[in-house]
């Protein structure tokens, strides 16, 4: 088939085209208003893509249009859309083309509320590294993994599970499409508050999802009471799995560090000792599910999980270090929610315990501009010794309760953290020129961030460049 994708440098989009290539597919792409790391990535991919959208895109023989759902779209009025339906090209969502390419495998699904990226990621990377050629889709990009999707040629298939609708005129959770025969669920926590306004609206997919499981399934789950209320809903088998002690799989002894070392505890008690370069509880949290899920399902030995866990680098935009030479490093973490916000910046508490912190933020999601979430900025901050935001983007503010970029500072300044806001890059990088070098800075958005990870990385090396190693 031939496939067009409008919107191809969505995470989750670019991997579904990534897949359906390497299935045998003849894919295309075209997108607007996109920044790194996602535009760079997907220029790079081989197949035709177009930066702007456009009627004349579409390839002669087009078979499917696959649209996003990002509200920059542009929906019905874009003039690709507006072609297809000329043609009579079959227009789907990229969910549903994986769903119904995947239906026939063994599909684990990795949901939740945070972690299904890394976790996705890790678990791609181990069963790769034990050279076991599972499918996957992972919606961001890490430097262990060749591509964020690849078909495979065993049966099983490792697939991020968004909650996320599908599509405006689609109220279905993305991750309800994939035929799941496993799940690893991280996390419920209230998210995504511009389509999902209270919790028992949030948890209903995931109730749904884990009754989709076969008696033959198995659910993985973070041991938490909001977890537990809905694994019943399984009628499969249930494995528990926490950072500490429980009835299930838990991490002990855990000693931080530039590598962290701690020891996998399994159900009979047998351990397995583990090393990461990751930064932060939440990812020793994620290394315990992946791991007791693949030694569970027996998909890989203990001796290749070790080797695999310690040269797994991660996924970009989460907790990134981009600075070389800086005294004062420069780190990106990911910041779409207030639990992924908040993980980020107790890693870094963690790690660097005696430097005072800068957060630079974007409220970029709909949940950080929406009035109904302003509650989280009274203690997202909380560990900072300084806070600078930016302005919340625009795209789609008449379909929730956007927040004004004042109500965002008044919220945040009511804590006592100070807080800047900084309308441009050369703004940000001018309240951040004068630091006593004993500082870190994380930046943390889901967007672009005024192009400040590729713009204030090489300035820091510049201004803060030493010879001495950085003191934790």
Same mark, same amino acid.
């Given at each position: 088939? *031939?496939?067009?994708?409008?919107?191809?440098?969505?995470? =989750?989009?670019?991997?579904?085209?990534?897949?359906?290539?390497?299935?045998?597919?003849?894919?295309?792409?075209?997108?607007?208003?996109?920044?790194?790391?996602?535009?760079?990535?997907?220029?790079?991919?081989?197949?035709?893509?177009?930066?702007?959208?456009?009627?004349?895109?579409? &390839?002669? =023989?087009?078979?499917?249009?696959?649209?996003?759902?990002?509200?920059?779209?542009?929906?019905?009025?874009?003039?690709?859309?507006?072609?297809?339906?000329?043609?009579?090209?079959?227009? #789907?969502?990229?969910?549903?083309?994986? +769903?119904?390419?995947?239906?026939?495998?063994?599909?684990?699904?990795?949901?939740?509320?945070? =972690?299904?990226?890394?976790?996705?990621?890790?678990?791609?990377?181990?069963?790769?590294?034990?050279?076991?050629?599972?499918?996957?889709?992972?919606?961001?990009?890490?430097?262990? $993994? &060749?591509?964020?999707?690849?078909?495979?040629?065993?049966?099983?298939?490792?697939?991020?599970?968004?909650?996320?609708?599908?599509?405006?005129?689609?109220?279905?959770?993305?991750?309800?499409?994939?035929?799941?025969? !496993?799940?690893?669920?991280?996390?419920?926590? /209230?998210?995504?508050?511009?389509?999902?306004?209270?919790?028992?609206?949030?948890?209903?997919?995931?109730?749904?999802?884990?009754?989709?499981?076969?008696?033959?399934?198995?659910?993985?789950?973070?041991?938490?009471?909001?977890?537990?209320?809905?694994? +019943?809903?399984?009628?499969? *088998?249930?494995?528990?799995?926490?950072?500490?002690?429980? @009835?299930?799989?838990?991490?002990?002894?855990?000693?931080?560090? !530039?590598?962290?070392?701690?020891?996998?505890?399994?159900?009979? +008690?047998?351990?397995?000792?583990?090393?990461?370069?990751?930064?932060?509880?939440?990812?020793?949290?994620?290394?315990? @599910? %992946?791991?007791?899920?693949?030694?569970?399902?027996?998909? %890989?030995?203990?001796?290749?999980?070790?080797?695999?866990?310690?040269?797994?680098?991660?996924?970009?935009?989460?907790?990134?270090?981009?600075?070389?030479?800086?005294?004062?490093? %420069?780190?990106?973490?990911?910041?779409?929610?207030?639990?992924?916000?908040?993980?980020?910046?107790?890693?870094?508490? $963690?790690?660097?315990?005696?430097?005072?912190?800068?957060? %630079?933020?974007?409220? /970029?999601?709909?949940?950080?501009?929406?009035?109904?979430?302003?509650?989280?900025?009274?203690?997202?901050?909380?560990?900072?010794?300084?806070?600078?935001?930016?302005? &919340?983007?625009?795209?789609?503010?008449?379909? /929730?309760?956007?927040?004004?970029?004042?109500?965002? $500072?008044?919220?945040?300044?009511? #804590?006592?953290?100070?807080?800047? @806001?900084?309308?441009?890059?050369?703004?940000?990088?001018?309240?951040?020129?004068?630091?006593?070098?004993?500082?870190?800075?994380?930046?943390?958005?889901?967007?672009?961030?005024?192009?400040?990870?590729?713009?204030?990385?090489?300035?820091?090396?510049?201004?803060?460049?030493?010879?001495?190693?950085?003191?934790?």
């Amino acid at each position: 088939m *031939r496939i067009h994708f409008t919107g191809v440098a969505g995470a =989750g989009m670019s991997a579904a085209a990534l897949m359906m290539r390497e299935a045998g597919h003849q894919v295309s792409g075209s997108d607007e208003d996109v920044f790194p790391p996602m535009s760079t990535y997907v220029e790079g991919l081989g197949f035709p893509f177009h930066r702007r959208f456009d009627a004349a895109n579409l &390839p002669d =023989g087009l078979d499917v249009l696959v649209l996003g759902a990002s509200a920059k779209l542009g929906g019905e009025g874009n003039p690709e859309v507006a072609e297809a339906r000329r043609r009579g090209v079959a227009i #789907t969502t990229f969910p549903e083309l994986v +769903g119904q390419a995947t239906a026939g495998r063994a599909a684990t699904v990795v949901a939740g509320s945070f =972690g299904k990226s890394t976790c996705t990621a890790l678990m791609a990377h181990v069963l790769r590294e034990a050279g076991h050629d599972a499918g996957w889709m992972v919606g961001a990009i890490s430097p262990s $993994l &060749p591509d964020t999707g690849h078909w495979g040629t065993a049966p099983e298939v490792v697939l991020e599970g968004d909650e996320y609708i599908v599509a405006p005129a689609d109220r279905r959770s993305k991750f309800l499409l994939y035929h799941p025969r !496993d799940v690893l669920l991280t996390s419920l926590v /209230h998210d995504h508050v511009n389509v999902f306004p209270t919790f028992a609206d949030y948890e209903a997919p995931f109730r749904e999802l884990l009754r989709l499981l076969p008696a033959d399934g198995l659910l993985v789950a973070r041991e938490s009471a909001a977890i537990r209320a809905i694994a +019943g809903e399984a009628a499969c *088998r249930i494995v528990w799995y926490d950072t500490e002690r429980c @009835g299930g799989w838990w991490a002990q002894d855990v000693a931080y560090g !530039d590598t962290t070392h701690f020891t996998l505890v399994r159900p009979d +008690g047998d351990k397995v000792a583990l090393t990461t370069g990751l930064l932060g509880e939440h990812n020793i949290e994620n290394i315990v @599910g %992946v791991a007791a899920y693949l030694l569970e399902r027996g998909l %890989v030995s203990e001796r290749a999980l070790q080797a695999a866990v310690a040269s797994f680098a991660g996924i970009r935009r989460r907790l990134d270090r981009l600075t070389t030479r800086s005294a004062v490093p %420069v780190i990106e973490g990911f910041g779409s929610s207030y639990e992924k916000a908040r993980s980020a910046i107790e890693a870094l508490l $963690l790690h660097y315990p005696h430097r005072p912190l800068t957060v %630079v933020f974007e409220p /970029h999601t709909f949940s950080w501009r929406s009035r109904d979430a302003l509650a989280w900025y009274d203690t997202v901050f909380e560990g900072a010794a300084r806070v600078l935001i930016v302005p &919340p983007p625009t795209h789609g503010a008449q379909t /929730h309760h956007q927040s004004s970029f004042e109500e965002i $500072l008044a919220r945040t300044a009511a #804590t006592g953290v100070p807080v800047q @806001g900084v309308r441009t890059a050369d703004e940000a990088t001018r309240a951040l020129d004068a630091l006593k070098g004993d500082e870190v800075v994380l930046l943390l958005s889901s967007g672009p961030l005024l192009g400040l990870p590729d713009s204030l990385p090489p300035v820091f090396d510049g201004l803060y460049g030493q010879a001495a190693e950085v003191v934790a």
